[in-house]
């Protein structure tokens, strides 16, 4: 185990934001999980990330007082999100230790990780990988992180503690974004090799017909993309229904300018149909004629605006042909290149490992896929689809707070942020982990309570917090 200076760091920062209190400890797990890039420790193949390492100090410092202790245990009642997502976990972790070894040879896989047999690059018998256990302690990680949130979310100050964290999440997201475009410019790219030292192949300083790949704080730009069209769908729907406009509104413009000049097919492709959620979202309200002065004028000035712009570019064909130039071959171009053919090959494979497990799965971190659904289908199988599919439902998809309120609006938010985080896994998305603002998300809505639910809720709701 060899410890990065990083890390040294993050654990001081630890230590000081015990010291302050829990609001402290959210939004420094909050700002140190966009680090993606980063490992605070290394240990043998595995890379520590310093949101891990947060994550140690935020449950110490939450779970370690009776009344969130108590709290983040109801949070897995049967009536919460928090089960199912308990569910989807363990028996994802059970399926990483039983299923390579009971259905040992009768499929071939694309490893995750390392095997016992040598790296040929291809496919390779069902066997146990070394992902098995990484990935099964990730995913143990991010049920901790709801659990805890979810808790701490369930009193006034802490809701609002885990609110502003997620904003301090986009702000540090966007920062990262402009760091990364800036240091590229200036030939300065060395200033953020201390938060580029994971043992992963790390993207960061690649060029598509001369643009910089913006890939921010992350291994990747389809992950910087992913985790953008989150920010948008949260931070957009905020500003659309008035909720610290001016902040809101700037990180939802600067995400979207940044997805757009990413180069990333995952933000191209995923960024109109987030605008059009948006948009529904902006109409839904007008109709309802409870929507805020942001929400009218997205809702009657976007068409508006958009078909002007078509209008003026039809009178340059220049323009035209370099923006069709740039989508052709950031999109459309993708699926039949070298690493699209290599990413639709996984996903071939992988489900058909679902169907040779009889849809049970071959384990959690054992195949390798480039879609969240297929990951979910090839790891766990049907009952972990399932229980991820009821867990959705009951913390995103089911309405919560009272209408017209803040926290209903916040609850929206975090319903269109988690769009914007699937829209991108779908597309892309190697792995059934989501990630620290997946959770960050998931815990600020499942603390507020559900409209139609006469069950006493386990974590207290409330109304009109002050944010």
Same mark, same amino acid.
């Given at each position: 185990?060899?410890?990065?200076?990083?890390?040294?760091?993050?654990?001081?920062?630890?230590?000081?934001?015990? &010291?302050?209190?829990?609001?402290?400890?959210? +939004?420094?797990?909050?700002?140190?999980?966009?680090?993606? %890039?980063?490992?605070?420790?290394?240990?043998?193949?595995?890379?520590?990330?310093?949101?891990?390492?947060?994550?140690?100090? #935020?449950?110490?410092?939450?779970?370690?007082?009776?009344?969130?202790?108590?709290?983040?245990?109801?949070?897995?009642?049967?009536? =919460?999100?928090?089960?199912?997502?308990?569910?989807?976990?363990?028996?994802?972790?059970? &399926?990483?230790?039983?299923?390579?070894?009971?259905?040992?040879?009768?499929?071939?896989?694309?490893?995750?990780?390392?095997?016992?047999?040598?790296?040929?690059?291809?496919?390779?018998?069902?066997?146990?990988?070394?992902?098995?256990?990484?990935?099964?302690?990730?995913?143990?990680?991010?049920?901790?992180?709801?659990?805890?949130?979810?808790?701490?979310?369930?009193?006034?100050?802490?809701?609002?503690?885990?609110?502003?964290?997620?904003?301090?999440?986009?702000?540090?997201?966007?920062?990262?974004?402009?760091?990364?475009?800036?240091?590229?410019?200036?030939?300065?790219?060395?200033?953020?090799?201390?938060?580029?030292?994971? *043992?992963?192949?790390?993207?960061?300083?690649?060029?598509?017909?001369?643009?910089?790949?913006?890939?921010?704080?992350?291994?990747?730009?389809?992950?910087?993309?992913?985790?953008?069209?989150?920010?948008?769908?949260?931070?957009?729907?905020?500003?659309?229904?008035?909720?610290?406009?001016? #902040?809101?509104?700037?990180?939802?413009?600067?995400?979207?300018?940044?997805?757009?000049?990413?180069?990333?097919?995952?933000?191209?492709?995923?960024?109109?149909?987030?605008?059009?959620?948006? +948009? %529904?979202?902006?109409? &839904?309200?007008?109709?309802?004629?409870?929507? %805020?002065?942001? %929400?009218?004028?997205?809702?009657?000035?976007?068409?508006?605006?958009?078909?002007?712009?078509?209008?003026? #570019?039809?009178?340059?064909? =220049?323009?035209?042909?370099?923006?069709?130039?740039?989508?052709?071959?950031?999109?459309?171009?993708?699926?039949?290149?070298?690493?699209?053919?290599?990413?639709?090959?996984?996903?071939?494979?992988?489900?058909?490992?679902?169907?040779?497990?009889?849809?049970?799965?071959?384990?959690?971190?054992?195949?390798?896929?480039?879609?969240?659904?297929?990951?979910?289908?090839?790891?766990?199988?049907?009952?972990?689809?399932?229980?991820?599919?009821?867990?959705?439902?009951?913390?995103?998809?089911?309405?919560?707070?009272?209408?017209?309120?803040? =926290?209903?609006?916040?609850?929206?938010?975090?319903?269109?942020?988690?769009?914007?985080?699937?829209?991108?896994?779908?597309?892309?998305?190697?792995?059934?982990?989501?990630?620290?603002?997946?959770?960050?998300?998931?815990?600020?809505?499942?603390?507020?309570?559900?409209?139609?639910?006469?069950?006493?809720?386990?974590?207290?709701?409330?109304?009109?917090? *002050?944010?």
């Amino acid at each position: 185990m060899s410890m990065e200076p990083i890390g040294v760091l993050t654990i001081l920062i630890g230590l000081i934001c015990l &010291t302050l209190g829990t609001g402290a400890l959210v +939004h420094g797990l909050a700002i140190l999980a966009v680090l993606g %890039a980063a490992a605070a420790m290394l240990i043998g193949a595995a890379n520590i990330q310093p949101g891990h390492v947060m994550l140690v100090f #935020l449950a110490f410092g939450a779970l370690s007082r009776r009344r969130e202790a108590a709290a983040a245990i109801r949070a897995l009642h049967p009536n =919460e999100p928090g089960f199912w997502f308990a569910c989807l976990v363990i028996y994802g972790v059970a &399926t990483a230790f039983l299923m390579p070894r009971l259905f040992a040879g009768i499929t071939e896989i694309v490893p995750l990780g390392t095997t016992a047999f040598d790296d040929t690059g291809s496919t390779v018998p069902l066997a146990p990988v070394s992902s098995n256990v990484t990935q099964s302690l990730y995913l143990s990680t991010t049920l901790l992180c709801l659990v805890t949130l979810t808790a701490i979310a369930g009193t006034r100050q802490g809701f609002s503690a885990v609110f502003n964290a997620l904003l301090a999440c986009c702000i540090a997201n966007t920062v990262f974004a402009v760091l990364d475009i800036a240091t590229y410019a200036t030939g300065t790219q060395e200033l953020l090799g201390f938060i580029r030292n994971a *043992r992963y192949t790390l993207h960061t300083d690649t060029e598509i017909a001369g643009m910089k790949r913006i890939v921010g704080s992350y291994t990747e730009a389809s992950v910087f993309a992913r985790s953008t069209l989150g920010v948008l769908g949260f931070t957009g729907t905020l500003w659309l229904c008035g909720v610290r406009p001016g #902040l809101t509104g700037s990180i939802a413009g600067l995400s979207l300018v940044l997805i757009v000049l990413s180069t990333s097919s995952t933000g191209l492709a995923g960024a109109p149909v987030m605008l059009l959620l948006l +948009h %529904a979202f902006a109409m &839904t309200r007008l109709v309802l004629g409870n929507a %805020a002065r942001q %929400a009218t004028f997205f809702a009657l000035g976007a068409p508006v605006i958009g078909l002007a712009v078509v209008l003026l #570019l039809l009178l340059d064909a =220049e323009a035209i042909a370099k923006i069709y130039g740039y989508v052709d071959l950031v999109v459309l171009n993708k699926a039949s290149s070298d690493s699209g053919i290599e990413r639709s090959s996984w996903n071939v494979i992988s489900f058909q490992n679902f169907l040779d497990s009889w849809g049970l799965g071959v384990g959690v971190g054992t195949a390798r896929a480039s879609s969240f659904a297929v990951a979910l289908l090839a790891s766990v199988g049907v009952p972990g689809a399932l229980f991820y599919a009821v867990f959705v439902f009951e913390c995103f998809l089911r309405p919560r707070g009272q209408p017209g309120s803040l =926290e209903a609006d916040i609850a929206v938010a975090a319903r269109n942020g988690y769009a914007g985080l699937l829209i991108g896994d779908l597309l892309v998305g190697p792995i059934i982990d989501q990630g620290f603002f997946f959770c960050m998300l998931a815990g600020l809505a499942a603390a507020i309570r559900p409209r139609t639910s006469s069950v006493p809720r386990a974590v207290p709701s409330f109304t009109g917090a *002050r944010i």
